[in-house]
C-alpha cells in the first residue's frame, strides 16, 4: 500500500464530501427561505408549498448522499491502492 496514493485517497475524499455539501447546504436554505416569504405571502397554499418544498429538499440531500457515496468509494474501494 503506498501511503502517498493513500493519503491523497484520504484528501480528496474529505474534499469531496465537503464540496458535496456546500451546494446543497445554500440551496435548502435558499428554498426554505423562499418557501417561508411564499407561505407568509398566500397563507392558503401552505399546503402545496411545503409539499413542493420537502420533495425539493429530499431531491438536494441526495446529492449530498451521492457526495458521501464517492467518499467512502475513495477510501474504501480505492482501486490504487
Do not use: H
Not at 446529492?63 to 467512502?72: K, S
Request: hydrophobic residues 60%; aromatic residues 8%; glycine residues 14%.
Amino acid at each position: 500500500m503506498n501511503p502517498l496514493i493513500f493519503g491523497a485517497s484520504a484528501i480528496v475524499a474529505g474534499l469531496a464530501i465537503g464540496l458535496a455539501s456546500i451546494g446543497p447546504g445554500f440551496g435548502q436554505g435558499t428554498a426554505t427561505s423562499q418557501a417561508a416569504e411564499g407561505i407568509v405571502r398566500q397563507l392558503e397554499a401552505r399546503g402545496k408549498i411545503r409539499g413542493t418544498l420537502l420533495f425539493s429538499l429530499a431531491f438536494m440531500e441526495a446529492l449530498t448522499i451521492y457526495g458521501l457515496v464517492v467518499a467512502l468509494a475513495l477510501l474504501f474501494a480505492n482501486l490504487f491502492i
